[in-house]
Protein backbone atom coordinates (compact mmCIF):
# COMPACT_ATOMS: atom_id res chain seq x y z
CA UNK A 1 0.00 0.00 0.00
CA UNK A 2 0.98 3.98 -0.76
CA UNK A 3 2.60 5.68 2.13
CA UNK A 4 -0.37 8.01 1.19
CA UNK A 5 -2.89 5.20 1.86
CA UNK A 6 -5.81 5.71 4.55
CA UNK A 7 -6.66 2.90 6.89
CA UNK A 8 -10.17 2.09 6.92
CA UNK A 9 -11.21 -0.78 9.70
CA UNK A 10 -14.33 -2.70 9.64
CA UNK A 11 -14.70 -4.63 12.96
CA UNK A 12 -17.55 -7.17 13.48
CA UNK A 13 -20.42 -6.15 16.36
CA UNK A 14 -22.33 -8.65 16.19
CA UNK A 15 -24.61 -10.85 13.63
CA UNK A 16 -24.02 -8.65 10.73
CA UNK A 17 -23.00 -5.68 12.36
CA UNK A 18 -20.14 -3.82 11.66
CA UNK A 19 -18.50 -1.19 12.92
CA UNK A 20 -16.33 0.77 10.18
CA UNK A 21 -13.61 2.86 11.82
CA UNK A 22 -12.41 5.99 10.06
CA UNK A 23 -10.22 7.91 10.90
CA UNK A 24 -11.46 8.89 14.39
CA UNK A 25 -15.25 8.16 13.04
CA UNK A 26 -17.52 5.12 13.59
CA UNK A 27 -20.08 4.73 10.99
CA UNK A 28 -22.12 1.20 11.84
CA UNK A 29 -23.39 -1.05 8.91
CA UNK A 30 -26.13 -3.55 9.08
CA UNK A 31 -28.53 -5.46 6.90
CA UNK A 32 -32.26 -4.74 7.01
CA UNK A 33 -34.48 -7.17 9.58
CA UNK A 34 -36.26 -8.78 6.41
CA UNK A 35 -32.57 -9.67 5.91
CA UNK A 36 -32.01 -11.29 8.73
CA UNK A 37 -30.12 -8.02 10.45
CA UNK A 38 -30.87 -6.19 13.10
CA UNK A 39 -31.10 -2.53 10.68
CA UNK A 40 -28.55 -0.55 13.21
CA UNK A 41 -27.27 1.31 10.23
CA UNK A 42 -27.09 1.51 6.41
CA UNK A 43 -25.73 -1.65 4.76
CA UNK A 44 -22.09 -1.03 2.92
CA UNK A 45 -24.90 -0.87 -0.23
CA UNK A 46 -26.26 2.14 0.76
CA UNK A 47 -23.26 3.42 2.30
CA UNK A 48 -21.68 3.14 -1.32
CA UNK A 49 -24.36 5.09 -3.12
CA UNK A 50 -24.40 7.74 -0.54
CA UNK A 51 -20.69 8.51 -0.45
CA UNK A 52 -21.50 9.02 -4.07
CA UNK A 53 -24.03 11.17 -3.42
CA UNK A 54 -22.10 12.93 -0.27
CA UNK A 55 -19.25 13.87 -3.04
CA UNK A 56 -21.47 14.87 -5.69
CA UNK A 57 -22.80 17.07 -3.17
CA UNK A 58 -19.14 18.70 -1.63
CA UNK A 59 -18.64 19.19 -5.13
CA UNK A 60 -21.67 20.91 -6.15
CA UNK A 61 -21.27 23.16 -3.12
CA UNK A 62 -17.77 24.39 -4.08
CA UNK A 63 -18.65 25.41 -7.23
CA UNK A 64 -21.81 27.37 -6.24
CA UNK A 65 -20.03 28.78 -3.44
CA UNK A 66 -16.97 29.39 -5.65
CA UNK A 67 -19.53 31.74 -7.57
CA UNK A 68 -21.35 33.45 -5.18
CA UNK A 69 -24.64 31.58 -5.73
CA UNK A 70 -26.69 30.10 -3.14
CA UNK A 71 -25.55 26.59 -1.47
CA UNK A 72 -27.40 26.43 2.00
CA UNK A 73 -30.46 23.69 1.37
CA UNK A 74 -28.38 22.33 -1.44
CA UNK A 75 -29.93 18.79 -1.68
CA UNK A 76 -27.86 15.86 -3.71
CA UNK A 77 -30.82 12.80 -3.88
CA UNK A 78 -30.00 9.09 -5.02
CA UNK A 79 -31.26 5.83 -5.55
CA UNK A 80 -30.03 2.73 -7.05
CA UNK A 81 -31.02 -0.74 -8.56
CA UNK A 82 -29.66 -4.42 -7.46
CA UNK A 83 -28.47 -5.95 -10.88
CA UNK A 84 -30.53 -9.15 -11.13
CA UNK A 85 -27.70 -11.69 -12.42
CA UNK A 86 -24.39 -12.73 -10.45
CA UNK A 87 -22.05 -11.46 -8.95
CA UNK A 88 -24.01 -9.42 -6.96
CA UNK A 89 -24.27 -5.70 -7.25
CA UNK A 90 -25.72 -2.18 -7.93
CA UNK A 91 -26.42 -1.90 -11.52
CA UNK A 92 -27.56 1.46 -11.79
CA UNK A 93 -27.29 4.77 -10.13
CA UNK A 94 -29.42 7.80 -10.09
CA UNK A 95 -28.05 11.20 -8.25
CA UNK A 96 -30.34 14.08 -8.42
CA UNK A 97 -28.92 17.55 -7.37
CA UNK A 98 -31.53 19.79 -6.49
CA UNK A 99 -29.50 23.53 -6.03
CA UNK A 100 -31.63 25.60 -3.34
CA UNK A 101 -32.60 28.18 -5.93
CA UNK A 102 -32.80 28.65 -9.32
CA UNK A 103 -29.07 28.11 -11.41
CA UNK A 104 -28.76 30.92 -14.01
CA UNK A 105 -28.55 28.97 -17.55
CA UNK A 106 -25.06 30.03 -18.36
CA UNK A 107 -23.42 28.24 -14.90
CA UNK A 108 -25.81 24.78 -15.40
CA UNK A 109 -23.89 23.32 -18.02
CA UNK A 110 -21.09 23.49 -15.77
CA UNK A 111 -22.23 22.79 -12.56
CA UNK A 112 -23.31 19.31 -14.16
CA UNK A 113 -19.89 19.05 -15.04
CA UNK A 114 -18.11 19.95 -12.25
CA UNK A 115 -20.06 17.21 -10.39
CA UNK A 116 -19.34 14.26 -12.60
CA UNK A 117 -15.42 14.95 -11.50
CA UNK A 118 -16.39 13.41 -7.95
CA UNK A 119 -13.63 11.30 -7.04
CA UNK A 120 -16.12 8.88 -5.84
CA UNK A 121 -17.45 8.92 -9.57
CA UNK A 122 -14.27 8.89 -10.66
CA UNK A 123 -13.23 6.12 -8.70
CA UNK A 124 -15.81 3.56 -10.01
CA UNK A 125 -15.48 5.18 -13.78
CA UNK A 126 -11.23 4.42 -13.66
CA UNK A 127 -11.28 1.08 -12.25
CA UNK A 128 -8.97 0.84 -8.71
CA UNK A 129 -7.32 -2.18 -7.82
CA UNK A 130 -8.91 -3.82 -5.20
CA UNK A 131 -6.96 -6.65 -3.88
CA UNK A 132 -9.31 -9.06 -1.01
CA UNK A 133 -6.71 -11.17 1.11
CA UNK A 134 -7.68 -13.20 3.87
CA UNK A 135 -4.57 -13.26 6.43
CA UNK A 136 -3.62 -15.40 9.17
CA UNK A 137 -4.71 -13.69 12.52
CA UNK A 138 -0.89 -13.03 13.75
CA UNK A 139 0.04 -11.14 10.44
CA UNK A 140 -2.36 -8.08 11.00
CA UNK A 141 -3.08 -8.22 14.94
CA UNK A 142 -3.58 -5.04 15.72
CA UNK A 143 -5.28 -4.07 19.26
Same mark, same amino acid.
Given at each position: ???????????????????????????????????? +???????????? $?? *????? %???? /?????????????????? +???????????? $?? *????? %???? /????ADRMAALQRVVEHCTVHNSIRFEPDVTVRVIE???????
Open positions: MSANAVEIRAEHLTEDTFVLGIRDHRVVVDQPKDAG +GDDLGPTPTELF $VA *SLAGC %VGFY /AERYLRRHGLPDEGLCVK +GSFAMAEDKPPR $VS *SVELR %VIPP /APIPPAVDAVA
